[in-house]
């Protein structure tokens, strides 16, 4: 069995470290001496008021120790990693908010055996001494659609209990009055989780094993096994199926999910999702929900009640009414709590329209002008040139980039060659330049979108007045220093701007009258091409090249092979038509 790497000082004391971790960096947090305990550190104001104690394994952060605060949990009873705390802790925690003058305690317990015995031995014993405590289990999870006897396992949903709870208890609530209303909320809830991977306990491997295309649908947040396998899908196809599941009437465990409900939804990182796929997730649910009719009050996306490292998320639905959804509202300053917006997230306006573009009045040539079929077939030949690069280009970015550099600039072909053909092309060289930048900067991504987009939008500004053969040489020379400007490279940093400088410096010739255009391009495209070629010996000064050894970097720049390409390609097509 391989043990997966953690980031501990050894496995018997990670749980130790995890909390004191916590309140080392939380004053409002103290250890109880002796016990893997953590309580609000001013229980002075806990008298007259119901304490709420809460705990579990650790393995779950921020649960549980990050909802101790006003207006939420009391303290907690944590255990060693995926194990019921020791009963003399919890014990300890009672006597200690007895002590200090609480109106009854409240044990809030997730609905695992090895947790309901403990705090309910706990319980007993504090009961014996004269303390006046109950117990809530919440057992939230609806992946099982017939009833077993252990009951329904407690997850994600406990989290909403705990704020319920401290809601009512800052707000004066007797200890029955809490039970009454935390019952009741609890049985108005579900949670289903679904995961990519397993998770590993310090020192141990994997809990579970799931294939490349497989997931698991219905897990507990200790790596239990689910209800079924099922092969990878679309988030949507994955978030509606999860949904279904949740809310279908054959399932004892269901969330009555009817059109007019109001929720409360908790998008629940298991610990190793990350956040883009979070949010995608989160999307695709209050989505699938809105479709459904139901009103989506409050949505919190994060990470609430993890399984160590597991690459998984789980969706929680609690049905809320106006004074429910003021109990999840109400303040609290538990660290792990999120700040949320009262307001509902249905309903509301999601999208601001985009400023409105003054219309640019462009005169436009005709399709079968001169003029339009030779700049048609020069970016034509551009076009071609760089497509056929496309394999060659990635294979050199692989060295240092992430090897997408001829994917980059055939993507800006492709959107180019679609140009063309949807359009007439602007009769001014300026207007040209500056049409192909706002296309490069739409379609092409990446870095190198915006330097091509930066190098044309700066280059068109010599051409507004002029477009002789001196007027391309300063465009040239303007779109290479916004280049340098705005990238902050220079020639001999292993990058695009060491062939377009060489090619700039031989343009210059252009300036001076009588000057053959094309014998001065061929030696650009040349200077352009030995300039690439000679990357290959450089260090990387600047881009991503620049963080991988020089010893590495034996091939030259892809963007200079790039840039010398395309400076090549509108020689051969003004040569073309020369003739």
Excluded at 68 to 87: C, N, Q, R
Excluded at 110 to 131: C, H, M, P, S, V
Excluded at 356 to 361: G, I, L, M, V
């Amino acid at each position: 069995m391989q043990v997966s790497k953690k980031l501990v000082n050894s496995v018997p004391g990670c749980a130790d470290d995890a909390l004191a971790g916590l309140v080392a960096c939380n004053p409002a947090i103290q250890l109880l001496q002796g016990h893997r305990v953590a309580l609000r550190s001013d229980l002075e104001n806990v008298r007259g008021r119901v304490a709420l104690l809460s705990g579990g394994g650790s393995g779950h952060e921020p649960a549980h120790a990050g909802y101790i605060g006003k207006g939420m949990l009391t303290g907690v009873v944590a255990g060693a990693v995926f194990t019921s705390p020791a009963v003399g802790s919890i014990l300890a925690a009672i006597k200690a908010v007895t002590q200090a003058g609480s109106a009854g305690t409240l044990l809030i317990v997730k609905n695992y055996t090895g947790d309901r015995l403990n705090f309910g031995l706990a319980l007993e014993q504090a009961r014996a001494e004269g303390a006046d405590v109950r117990m809530v289990v919440v057992g939230d999870d609806s992946a099982f659609t017939t009833q077993k006897k252990a009951g329904r396992r407690g997850l994600c949903g406990t989290v909403l209990i705990h704020k319920v709870a401290g809601a009512l208890s800052e707000a004066g609530a007797s200890l029955e009055e809490i039970v009454h209303r935390v019952t009741a909320a609890a049985g108005a809830m579900g949670t289903l989780g679904v995961s990519l991977s397993p998770c590993s306990v310090p020192g141990s491997g994997p809990t579970f094993q799931l294939a490349q295309d497989e997931l698991e649908l219905g897990l507990g947040i200790h790596g239990e096994a689910g209800v079924r396998r099922m092969k990878m899908a679309p988030a949507d196809e994955i978030v509606k199926m999860m949904l279904d599941h949740m809310s279908s009437p054959s399932n004892v465990s269901r969330v009555a999910l009817e059109p007019g409900a109001s929720v409360v939804l908790v998008v629940n990182n298991l610990g190793g999702l990350s956040f883009l796929e979070l949010g995608v997730v989160a999307g695709a649910a209050v989505h699938c929900l809105e479709d459904r009719g139901i009103h989506v009050s409050r949505a919190l996306v994060g990470a609430f009640m993890t399984a160590l490292e597991m690459a998984g998320v789980s969706l929680t639905i609690l049905l809320v009414d106006d004074k429910l959804l003021g109990l999840i509202d109400a303040e609290t300053t538990a660290v792990a709590w999120p700040t949320l917006a009262r307001v509902p997230v249905t309903g509301r306006s999601r999208v601001l329209a985009a400023p409105e573009e003054a219309p640019k009045a462009q005169e436009m040539v005709p399709a079968g002008a001169p003029a339009s079929q030779q700049v048609r077939l020069v970016l034509e030949r551009v076009c071609s040139t760089l497509l056929g690069l496309q394999e060659e280009l990635n294979e050199l970015d692989r060295a240092a980039g992430d090897g997408d550099c001829g994917s980059t600039h055939a993507r800006a072909a492709r959107a180019i060659q679609e140009w063309l053909n949807s359009t007439p092309l602007p009769a001014q060289p300026s207007q040209l330049l500056s049409s192909l930048a706002g296309l490069l900067l739409e379609k092409m991504g990446g870095s190198s979108g915006a330097l091509y987009g930066l190098f044309l939008t700066a280059a068109a500004q010599p051409l507004q007045s002029h477009s002789d053969p001196a007027a391309w040489a300063a465009a040239m020379e303007a779109g290479v220093k916004a280049m340098q400007r705005y990238g902050g490279a220079a020639p001999g940093d292993r990058t695009m701007l060491d062939s377009l400088c060489a090619a700039a410096e031989e343009l210059r010739t252009l300036q001076a009258p009588g000057t053959d255009l094309l014998l001065v391009l061929a030696k650009a495209v040349q200077s352009a091409e030995a300039a690439a070629e000679a990357t290959k010996n450089m260090e990387a000064g600047a881009g991503r090249a620049s963080y991988i050894s020089s010893a590495r970097l034996e091939l030259p720049d892809p963007g200079a092979v790039a840039a010398a390409a395309i400076l090549r390609a509108v020689l051969e097509g003004l040569q073309s038509q020369s003739g």
